[in-house]
């Protein structure tokens, strides 16, 4: 199994300013998932972050926007920049070890 | 129109009922997961399928590849079961193409 460490678990920002979301996984994992939960939705893929290379944004999200880093395999963080109330979510983050899909605990997000 | 769709969107059931939740896809997938959220947002996976049956606890999910339909059944349900479950499938051929179904919130009642 894989546990995943996600922070913070809720903040509050005021529009323009930017917060940045860590998930930290107790084992090397190849590729990381970034999801966005907006509210009565289910779960979108904002990217997939690689270790060593740029990550790969869905349509509709671009990098300016959730700049994401990947410095090594057990470590991401997740930007979401110049907020606007729009962005308001839950975001996760996941990781797939032995065909099982584990999740970060979310970051419940409010833009004001 | 999404390419899972689950049933039902809302599920209230009496304790000790048996429940059965339905997910359909439209895509050739190579598994479908079956999710537990619980309020907060934290998820939990329950099952990976990519055929027949798999049983664990009092929670049982099936799939039927040539009919693209599975079912979450949670006999003997208990008010801790109350969550929302989602279904997600991966796309044949893709290491992370998950297409999630809208879920579905479950209520037990005491």
């Known amino acids: 199994s894989a546990v995943i460490s996600q922070k913070p678990s809720r903040d509050i920002c005021q529009r323009g300013t930017s917060l940045t979301i860590q998930c930290q996984v107790d084992?090397?994992?190849?590729?990381m998932f970034w999801y966005r939960q907006q509210p009565g939705q289910s779960l979108t893929l904002i990217a997939t972050?690689?270790?060593?290379?740029?990550?790969?944004?869905e349509s509709g999200f671009v990098i300016d926007k959730f700049p994401i880093s990947r410095p090594n395999l057990t470590f991401s963080t997740l930007t979401v920049s110049n907020m606007s109330p729009e962005d308001s979510s839950i975001y996760l983050c996941?990781?797939?070890?032995?065909?099982?899909?584990?999740f970060g605990s979310g970051t419940q997000l409010s833009v004001l | 129109k999404n390419e899972v769709e689950q049933s039902p969107q809302n599920l209230t059931a009496q304790e000790g009922e048996f429940i059965t939740i339905n997910c359909s896809y439209s895509?050739?997938?190579?598994?479908l997961h079956w999710l537990q959220q619980h309020p907060g947002g934290g998820i939990v996976s329950l099952f990976m399928?990519?055929?027949g049956k798999k049983k664990h606890g009092r929670l049982i999910a099936t799939i039927n590849i040539q009919e693209k339909h599975s079912s979450l059944h949670i006999t003997a349900s208990h008010p801790r079961d109350s969550a929302v479950y989602i279904c997600?499938?991966?796309?044949?051929?893709?290491?992370?193409?998950?297409?999630f179904g809208s879920g579905t919130q479950l209520t037990v009642l005491p």
């Open positions: 996941s990781v797939v070890s032995f065909e099982k899909l584990f």
């Open positions: 084992s090397q994992v190849t590729m």
């Open positions: 972050a690689n270790q060593g290379s740029e990550a790969t944004y």
């Open positions: 895509v050739g997938i190579s598994a």
């Open positions: 399928l990519s055929s």
């Open positions: 997600a499938a991966l796309a044949s051929g893709s290491a992370r193409q998950l297409t």
